[in-house]
């Protein structure tokens, strides 16, 4: 009698045990290699730009950065981008975290004021707010139109432009509100500056 309930035990637990472990690899194998290769596989044909980190690259082939990630810009030629958390490294984008009432954030804020009023030649008053502040990721790679204005003075001069003929390539990269409801008027950067170096080589 004990036997037979034990045999019964076995061929039950046998039964529990082996479809629970059938559906735990359809789980791993399904949906976490076989789902991810195709949605990969399926994205990369569909929207390889996109997929590739959408990297913006010159005339010979080398990548100059990516049209979703802030970069600096050296000199006084080129658009200045949102100040980063992260010193513009992908590998570490991150904010500050600081809150308002952190006197550490005030004086940033406060050095970032000073240093845009001295580089553009404008009011403290006048300053955007997001050229001395930095984004929740340390990598945004757009600037609000009032930040990319105040700068227009200073790269035509650089260039030795007319603020009229800057104002024509900032215009042409000015992008509305996402399907004319989300979001803000913006203006990314990295593609500003490139226009503005194509501009220069135009005949």
Same mark, same amino acid.
């Given at each position: 009698?004990?036997t037979?309930?034990?045999?019964s035990s076995?061929a039950a637990?046998?039964?529990l045990?082996r479809?629970?472990?059938g559906?735990?690899?359809?789980g791993?194998?399904?949906?976490?290699l076989?789902y991810?290769?195709l949605?990969?596989g399926?994205?990369?044909?569909?929207?390889p730009?996109q997929?590739d980190?959408?990297l913006?690259?010159?005339?010979h082939?080398r990548?100059?950065?990516?049209q979703?990630?802030?970069?600096?810009?050296?000199? *006084?030629?080129?658009?200045q981008?949102?100040?980063s958390?992260?010193?513009? *490294?992908?590998?570490?984008a991150?904010?500050?975290n600081?809150?308002?009432s952190?006197p550490?954030?005030?004086k940033?804020?406060s050095?970032?004021t000073a240093?845009?009023?001295?580089?553009?030649?404008?009011?403290?008053?006048?300053?955007?707010? *997001?050229?001395?502040? !930095?984004?929740?990721s340390?990598?945004?790679?757009?600037?609000?139109?009032a930040?990319?204005q105040? !700068?227009?003075?200073?790269?035509?001069?650089?260039?030795n432009?007319?603020?009229?003929r800057?104002q024509?390539v900032?215009?042409? !990269? &000015?992008?509305g509100?996402?399907?004319g409801?989300?979001g803000?008027?913006?203006?990314?950067v &990295?593609a500003l500056?490139?226009?503005?170096?194509h501009?220069?080589?135009?005949?």
């Amino acid at each position: 009698m004990n036997t037979s309930v034990k045999t019964s035990s076995r061929a039950a637990g046998n039964t529990l045990w082996r479809p629970a472990v059938g559906l735990s690899l359809f789980g791993l194998l399904g949906t976490g290699l076989v789902y991810a290769v195709l949605a990969t596989g399926l994205a990369g044909a569909l929207f390889p730009d996109q997929a590739d980190g959408s990297l913006i690259r010159d005339a010979h082939g080398r990548i100059r950065g990516s049209q979703h990630l802030a970069q600096p810009f050296v000199g *006084d030629g080129y658009f200045q981008a949102r100040p980063s958390a992260a010193n513009y *490294d992908p590998m570490a984008a991150a904010g500050s975290n600081m809150a308002r009432s952190n006197p550490d954030l005030a004086k940033r804020v406060s050095e970032a004021t000073a240093a845009v009023v001295a580089r553009e030649n404008i009011r403290p008053a006048d300053v955007p707010g *997001d050229l001395v502040t !930095q984004s929740g990721s340390g990598l945004d790679p757009e600037l609000s139109p009032a930040a990319v204005q105040v !700068q227009v003075r200073r790269v035509a001069a650089a260039r030795n432009w007319s603020q009229a003929r800057v104002q024509a390539v900032v215009d042409a !990269q &000015l992008q509305g509100r996402q399907w004319g409801v989300f979001g803000q008027p913006r203006v990314n950067v &990295l593609a500003l500056n490139r226009a503005l170096d194509h501009d220069s080589h135009a005949p």
